[in-house]
């Protein structure tokens, strides 16, 4: 490695200058809930493009990725088996379509929300 040379000044100046990028979407707690299922249903009913959405997308990718990463064929069973090519937005439809035919489940939408989304999606997915 060569040794670290100072910036000329007028690149520092210039970098100093560069507006501070700030956050886009601002998300309150008060906003999102995710302590039931039923909070999940909400959240990922939201309209396209606002936090929720993104909390949601954020949401089902995380709990896919954990799913995926903890199971694999030799020491823990797939729970869910979703083919090559499938989205975090059909996730999210299979996930509210389910929702949709349980809603008036009080014990499953009470669950632990990465519960209810695991149900929903080995519902639409299932390994044979």
Request: glycine share 4%; charged share 20%.
């Amino acid at each position: 490695m060569g040794t670290l040379r100072p910036l000329p000044l007028l690149s520092a100046i210039l970098l100093l200058s560069l507006p501070v990028a700030t956050p886009v979407l601002a998300v309150t707690s008060d906003d999102l809930r995710f302590d039931t299922t039923e909070d999940l249903v909400a959240v990922c009913s939201a309209p396209a493009a606002s936090n929720a959405q993104l909390a949601c997308t954020g949401f089902i990718e995380a709990t896919v990725q954990y799913h995926d990463e903890v199971s694999d064929q030799k020491h823990l069973k797939r729970l869910i088996c979703y083919p090559s090519g499938t989205s975090i937005e059909d996730g999210r439809l299979a996930f509210l379509s389910w929702a949709a035919v349980h809603k008036d489940d009080a014990k499953l939408m009470g669950e632990q929300p990465v519960v209810g989304l695991v149900r929903a999606l080995a519902d639409a997915y299932p390994c044979r």
